[in-house]
């Protein structure tokens, strides 16, 4: 897909972004064509610096959330401001994640630049939003799943709270934020006017947590811990074979007898406590043990291929390596090499027209385009 086939050629955006959030978002917008002006500090945006030179001297990181940028270096309190306040004046969206209060010292809040500029989409991300007794506190990733109730959910029975792998909250705004930002986009073309969007770590953990918090909410029950099953289903979890674990999901009745027939155990599907998932769930106890001794008798390639071919979901547990490495991962064509740079990277998670948007050029070095954009 040529750029200028992209959905969002020709929209400009600046991102006074550090770290995560704001340039996944940003990230997002320059994937699918917009053209993305990153205003970083003189010495660049902290994530540079985020682990061991993985190219051009930045870490890893920084690489993963800046491609198809360009970059931009001013000192935001210094000469370069006028002509950065002219760069403002081009631009259809700007997006920070900067501290609480530093955009508003800057002269750079959204009522301000939304006065100035009535077209301007202004989105704003914070750690814990932008209203109530802890708008002005500092966040991580860590910190917001240890607050929201993340944590509290996430593990097996008896363990303590454990965060979430990967960057959930950070990553989950990001993409809030783009999809704020689209749908601003298109408001604009039918009334010519842009907007503040305001949107927090805090609050997508929330949302990400919704089926538990929501519950609490409504006194519905108070969510327990349940490893890698699921509150609502059985059985719908790990299981151990002899050689190692692999998962199994019955997510409905039908599934259920296709599975019970598929292990020899047709007798289940009439019998009372596993006749449906109500009854199942009730009688979890009982049920999961007789599953596990089944399992533990054969090695997984055994018990995968029987499921498969009942037509039960079922898979091995891979590492991340075993799922790049399947063919499946593969077909999609998701994993994307960067021009000119020697390495690779994975591309937006859809297709438009049976094209995967591509990525056009590696992360920018410090204040490359300066003297482009400022003059």
Known sequence: MSHDNLPLSGIRVLEFGQVLSAPFGSRILADLGAEVIKVERLEGDDSRRMGPAFKHGDALNFHIFNRNKQSVAVDLKGPTRDQLDSLIATADVLIHNMRPGAMEKLGLDGPTLCERHPALIYCEISAFGHVGPLSQAPGYEPLVQAFSGLSSINGNPGDPPVRIGVAVCDQGVGMWAAIGILSLIHRRKQTGRGGILNTSLLETALVWGCQHTDAIANAVAQPKLHGSGHPNFVPYQSFQASDRPFLVCVGNDRLFAKFATAISRPEWISDPLFKDNRARLQNKAVLIPQIEAIFASAPSEKWLTLLADSGVPCTPINTIAEALDHAQVAALGQMQSVPEE???????PFSID?????????????????KDLLG
Do not use: D, E, K
């Open 342 to 348: 020697g390495t690779q990277f994975l591309g937006l």
């Open 354 to 370: 049976g094209v995967r948007p591509s990525i056009r050029s590696g992360a920018p070095r410090v204040g490359q385009s300066t």
